[in-house]
């Protein structure tokens, strides 16, 4: 590197896999229905959005749908 300057890299790499830049999401998150007096139906959609693979996630018409028929 020249004149001693970081390389710059492009917004949103940091370099690395998640869990070396973020070393608290190499394990899953707790189910939320385990620390939270929740309802069933409301604790599953929070879940599901805490799953490690965005893939798995629900998207935001399952979210809502998940939410209406949770709240009331």
Do not use: F, Q
């Not at 620390?35 to 959005?49: E, F, I, K, M, S």
């Not at 805490?50 to 809502?64: C, F, K, N, S, Y």
Request: aromatic content about 0%; glycine content about 10%; some cysteine.
């Amino acid at each position: 590197m020249s004149g001693g300057r970081a390389a710059v890299r492009p917004r949103g790499d940091s370099g690395g896999t998640a869990s070396d830049r973020c070393p608290g999401t190499a394990e899953p998150a707790p189910p939320v229905g385990a620390r939270r007096r929740l309802p069933h139906t409301l604790a599953a959609a929070l879940d599901a959005c805490l799953r490690p693979d965005p893939a798995a996630r629900p998207t935001i018409a399952e979210l809502t749908t998940a939410l209406e028929s949770a709240l009331p």
